[in-house]
């Protein structure tokens, strides 16, 4: 989840680094969605927060409001060859904690900013720009580029022997991208309508609050309690795929109903895709957080999400 749709297609988010160029602005969201993975914390235990601007943000905007923080100070963290070599000390100041805890997996966060700096150094010319001209405005090349050439972008589970491709945060990136440019110039991706919704643990929490998912009565329970689940385990990959099959059920749904009432012809191009239904989901969760309380998320501690 995530996503810079909060701010508007085409518009930046409100987190967003002001008078970024189109170049540093691509870095900026290659940064954010890198490290955009596990903000949660046990039951009963505090989230990170951090404090700026005079309000508090937890979750994916806690992540967004230290970065954006150490570029108002003059810190250009969004830049590849800044990252390449950070350390976990300035990672530690980045993300100073205004609650009593810390950012989860920090120092994986730190492990792969040194991998992605290193990657665009020696395939890409250190270039984020030339990573996304490389894909060819292919949503799906962008994807598989993230995907081959950077180990934290390479989300792939094994289920029942077979293996499942998620791919969440090298998606969302390509999303980011489109939603952020409003399809347009780096944005302008032939293919934007082939990407699925992006499986995390918020947009799940939507569709079982909206009947789209159902659990066992056993899977509840333990989720209820806060019971992690494995990586890689069964019903992670249940969760994952499911919610990635819910959305484009309701894709479907929504394009019949439409029909139905005259609003759009047999020879329709989606003007709304999985990503826009992602982006719906993941807001709903965070705005209506208290009444999703008796549905929970699952709590997996990993890089991919």
């Given at each position: 989840?995530?996503?810079?749709?909060?701010?508007?297609?085409?518009?930046?988010?409100?987190?967003?680094?002001?008078?970024?160029?189109?170049?540093?602005?691509?870095?900026?969201?290659?940064?954010?969605?890198?490290?955009?993975?596990?903000?949660?914390?046990?039951?009963?235990?505090?989230?990170?927060?951090?404090?700026?601007?005079?309000?508090?943000?937890?979750?994916?905007?806690?992540?967004?409001?230290?970065?954006?923080?150490?570029?108002?100070?003059?810190?250009?963290?969004?830049?590849?060859?800044?990252?390449?070599?950070?350390?976990?000390?300035?990672?530690?100041?980045?993300?100073?904690?205004?609650?009593?805890?810390?950012?989860?997996?920090?120092?994986?966060?730190?492990?792969?900013?040194?991998?992605?700096?290193?990657?665009?150094?020696?395939?890409?010319?250190?270039?984020?720009?030339?990573?996304?001209?490389?894909?060819?405005?292919?949503?799906?090349?962008?994807?598989?580029?993230?995907?081959?050439?950077?180990?934290?972008?390479?989300?792939?589970?094994?289920?029942?022997?077979?293996?499942?491709?998620?791919?969440?945060?090298?998606?969302?990136?390509?999303?980011?991208?489109?939603?952020?440019?409003?399809?347009?110039?780096?944005?302008?991706?032939?293919?934007?309508?082939?990407?699925?919704?992006?499986?995390?643990?918020?947009?799940?929490?939507?569709?079982?609050?909206?009947?789209?998912?159902?659990?066992?009565?056993?899977?509840?329970?333990?989720?209820?309690?806060?019971?992690?689940?494995?990586?890689?385990?069964?019903?992670e990959a249940e969760i994952r795929g499911c919610s990635i099959w819910g959305v484009e059920l309701i894709k479907q749904k929504l394009v019949e109903?439409?029909?139905?009432?005259?609003?759009?012809?047999?020879?329709?191009?989606?003007?709304?895709?999985?990503?826009?239904?992602?982006?719906?989901?993941?807001?709903?969760?965070?705005?209506?957080?208290?009444?999703?309380?008796?549905?929970?998320?699952?709590?997996?501690?990993?890089?991919?999400?």
């Amino acid at each position: 989840g995530g996503g810079v749709l909060v701010g508007g297609f085409g518009q930046p988010d409100a987190l967003e680094p002001p008078g970024l160029m189109p170049e540093e602005t691509l870095e900026w969201l290659f940064l954010v969605d890198m490290l955009n993975f596990c903000f949660w914390s046990d039951k009963n235990s505090p989230l990170f927060s951090l404090q700026y601007k005079g309000k508090q943000w937890t979750g994916y905007q806690s992540l967004c409001a230290g970065l954006a923080k150490a570029v108002e100070r003059g810190t250009l963290i969004y830049r590849p060859s800044f990252y390449s070599d950070i350390t976990l000390d300035v990672m530690r100041s980045v993300f100073t904690s205004s609650s009593s805890a810390s950012l989860p997996l920090l120092e994986e966060r730190v492990r792969i900013l040194k991998e992605a700096g290193s990657v665009l150094e020696e395939q890409f010319h250190g270039s984020v720009s030339k990573l996304v001209l490389s894909a060819n405005k292919s949503a799906q090349k962008l994807v598989q580029l993230l995907a081959e050439n950077f180990g934290s972008f390479h989300d792939v589970s094994t289920y029942k022997g077979k293996s499942v491709t998620f791919l969440k945060r090298a998606q969302i990136f390509a999303a980011d991208v489109w939603s952020r440019f409003g399809g347009k110039d780096y944005g302008e991706f032939t293919d934007i309508d082939s990407l699925t919704m992006f499986a995390d643990y918020r947009v799940p929490q939507s569709l079982l609050y909206f009947g789209v998912l159902e659990y066992s009565s056993d899977l509840m329970d333990r989720l209820l309690l806060g019971n992690h689940l494995p990586v890689g385990s069964e019903e992670e990959a249940e969760i994952r795929g499911c919610s990635i099959w819910g959305v484009e059920l309701i894709k479907q749904k929504l394009v019949e109903m439409l029909k139905e009432k005259g609003k759009i012809s047999n020879s329709f191009s989606p003007s709304f895709n999985s990503i826009l239904i992602d982006y719906y989901l993941w807001n709903y969760a965070k705005l209506h957080s208290k009444e999703m309380s008796p549905f929970p998320i699952h709590r997996t501690r990993t890089i991919f999400y």
